[in-house]
């Protein structure tokens, strides 16, 4: 298993582009999320999804769109980048929709907004 | 609103040293408490998850308590190892707001060979 996989590992994008961070899975999970991480304010949820078709706002979706054709995919797409949104930016599984599974991780990927 | 906080910031201890990281959380109505190790530049690593219904994880030289009633997790390394350094995270899942985990600022681990 490859387990969580996000591509670029790193972006450089000038204000106003938009793109796309791609999160996969290959463990069957239903549940994936996208949480981003800011010195001083530690990881925060943005969107999540608890199926395939299924997609709710976290605390900070703002900016931020997502949708779930499949269930291994789950892409966070920027529309019109600010410098705000300039961090870390990890996509997280687990398997079921209740919430006593352990979360796995991807590596990351490093946006900077010029 | 769930605030979960990490004490120390940072700690630096020699190698082969038994060390406590603590993690406190406001609101004891959780689902369950999870510790995960981030290298630098790297994804975060689960390393053990307590339900609230348990007291107590080990994997290895890991070994994490839970107390609910008084908010609070203790992640204990044993004989602890240069490849232990990283920062440590302690992350809560509450009932309310379930959908999403809170996270504690980290305490950044150093092991001095």
């Known amino acids: 298993n490859a387990g969580v996989t996000q591509t670029p590992k790193f972006q450089v994008l000038k204000t106003g582009q938009s793109m796309t961070l791609q999160c996969a899975q290959d463990?069957?999970?239903?549940?994936m999320s996208w949480y981003r991480q800011d010195p001083g304010m530690g990881l925060r949820l943005i969107h999540y999804s608890v199926g395939a078709g299924i997609t709710d706002q976290g605390e900070v979706p703002n900016g931020y769109n997502v949708s779930r054709s499949t269930t291994e995919d789950f892409p966070l797409r920027l529309l019109s980048a600010a410098p705000s949104q300039t961090s870390v930016y990890f996509c997280?599984?687990?398997?079921?929709?209740?919430?006593?599974?352990?979360?796995?991780f991807g590596p990351g990927t490093r946006l900077l907004v010029l | 609103k769930q605030e979960v906080t990490q004490i120390p910031a940072a700690l630096s201890v020699p190698e082969g040293e038994n060390l406590v990281l603590n993690c406190s959380f406001t609101?004891?109505?959780?689902?369950?408490l999870q510790w995960f190790r981030q290298d630098p530049g790297k994804g975060l690593t689960s390393l053990l998850l307590i339900q609230s219904s348990q007291r107590e994880q080990t994997s290895g030289r890991l070994n994490a308590s839970l107390d609910k009633s008084s908010g609070r997790s203790t992640l204990y390394i044993a004989a602890s190892q240069p490849g232990d350094s990283a920062t440590y995270l302690c992350a809560v899942r509450g009932i309310q707001g379930a959908q999403k985990l809170v996270f504690g600022q980290g305490t950044r681990l150093t092991i001095n060979p």
């Open positions: 609101d004891s109505a959780i689902y369950n």
């Open positions: 463990m069957n999970h239903e549940y």
């Open positions: 997280a599984s687990s398997s079921g929709a209740s919430f006593g599974e352990t979360q796995y």
